[in-house]
């Protein structure tokens, strides 16, 4: 499916934006791990976490689906089904990185994990490692892709420290750790999102964060009646970068979250001269132990912006957004760099390279480096052109937020990708735009 976008007129109004993919998914699992009926409001209705119910109803979870929310009935902690085929996860890495902290306990079962061509290229050595250190069997394609066999095992906690900075390795670890003898220990090289560790405070489960050290101890059962899914700031942050970049733009964003672990890029933005207003969850003082998920209301307008260094230290609060960088240093004055981001290599396709390729492609002065890029804003912006995203749903909502921005509008091939998180999202730039 291919769309073209812009030039647009201004941006306004309201956006209420799409519930988070993050943490549905780990409304949805953690549910599941429960031994008694949740609710989950406000799930995210997209390929992704869709993909994550069929994966749970495969193992024996009873998913019901009324308008405004899930019920889910789990066997709770120890008692998944022996699903009768490969689960299939689709285009989610983090479905696939987070649903093996719970097979990996379900002692004597064996599942097998498959993906599309995306997830077949990113690697899940770096689930397999910790999990084998407690107990459970990893089989791998090349030893460290899907497809791959999980087998489950009596599970034992254990000290790990992860080799990347990666919320989805920390959160298999301390889901795998609520069913291992004694405590399980991440240590995190730099902080990234705590979705798990917050939606586990609230379940019941103590876990306990101290500097780079988040540990967790073995647990019965987990309880929790229900959970509310926020807005997604990963998704809104494209409606709002159109609104920075689209002259004359004004755009309220409702009911989003705004975790301190997800709020990066629109530090980076206030940095580059941005208007976005709104209250964000302050830094922790000291060793944070929330338990609640913060909402927020944006207010974003059109100005102009100049260039930044993003620090590596910064990468994992923004890693999402990272994309969005790069365009924004194409509007911006002077240079925009972004260093300590490889992971970016890893993501439903490789981030910098398309990123890079792509934006060349609508004129825009940018190289790759090993981790990273450097952008040379322009004064004229871009020019446009076309864009394919290959797949990845975020790729193909840069290209269409480069067209709104643009000054011939770009043709967005692959479009479609975008369902995996927002499948409103042409909808809502149309309204805006209107
Ligand atoms: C996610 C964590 C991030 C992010 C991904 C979702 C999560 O990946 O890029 O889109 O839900 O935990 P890593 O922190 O594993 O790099």
């Known amino acids: 499916m291919s769309v073209r976008f812009g030039p647009a007129g201004r ?7 799409p519930p988070d993919k993050s943490i549905s998914h780990r409304a949805a699992l953690l549910a599941a791990m429960h031994g008694e009926p949740v609710r989950v409001r406000n799930y995210l209705d997209a390929a992704d976490t869709n993909a994550t119910l069929a994966a749970l109803t495969a193992l024996g979870v009873i998913i019901q689906s009324h308008p405004d929310e899930l019920l889910v009935r789990g066997p709770g902690l ?46 899940i050595d770096r689930i397999a490692a910790p999990l084998a ?44 750790g609520l069913a291992a003898d004694g405590t399980t220990t991440v240590i995190e090289p730099l902080p990234t999102r705590d979705h798990t560790e917050r939606m586990l405070r609230r379940a019941g489960a103590a876990v306990r964060h101290q500097g780079p050290r988040i540990s967790v101890d073995c647990v019965d059962e987990l309880s929790l009646e229900s959970i509310d899914v926020p807005g997604d700031l990963s998704s809104a942050a494209f409606v709002i970068t159109a609104a920075v970049l689209v002259r004359g733009s004004r755009l309220v964003v409702q009911d989003v979250g705004v975790n301190r672990t997800r709020t990066g890029y629109l530090e980076i933005l206030r940095r580059m001269g941005a208007i976005v207003e709104g209250e964000l969850e302050p830094p922790a003082q000291g060793d944070a132990q929330e338990s609640e998920e913060p909402v927020a209301e944006l207010d974003v307008a059109y100005g102009p912006l100049i260039g930044t260094e993003v620090s590596p230290a910064e990468v994992p609060l923004a890693i999402d957004e990272l994309p969005l960088v790069a365009l924004a ?20 396709s490789d981030r ?32 446009g052109g076309t864009l394919d995203s290959g797949g990845d749903h975020r790729l193909a909502m840069l290209g269409a937020v480069a067209g709104l921005a643009s000054r011939e509008g770009v043709e967005v091939v692959g479009m479609g990708a975008a369902a995996v998180s927002y499948p409103g999202f042409a909808d809502d730039v149309e309204r805006l735009a209107a």
């Open 11 to 17: 941006l306004r109004g309201q956006l209420r934006p």
């Open 78 to 123: 120890r008692g998944a089904a022996q699903p009768l085929s490969t689960i299939d996860v689709g285009n989610s890495g983090t479905l696939i990185r987070l649903l093996p902290g719970w097979l990996g306990a379900q002692d004597g079962l064996r599942f097998t994990l498959d993906g599309d061509a995306s997830i077949r290229r990113r690697p």
């Open 133 to 176: 250190l407690m107990g459970a069997h990893v089989d791998a394609t090349e030893g460290r892709f899907a497809p791959f066999t999980i087998s489950g095992a009596r599970l034992r906690g254990v000290e790990y420290e992860l080799p990347v900075a990666s919320a989805q390795v920390k959160s298999c670890v301390l889901i795998a």
């Open 329 to 348: 240093g194409c509007f911006a004055e002077g240079q925009t760099i972004v260093r300590g981001a490889g992971e970016l290599r890893l993501k439903e």
């Open 352 to 383: 910098i390279a398309a990123v890079v390729q792509s934006l060349r492609g609508l004129g825009g002065d940018i190289e790759e480096i090993t981790d990273g890029f450097v952008v040379h804003g322009q004064a004229d912006g871009l020019r």
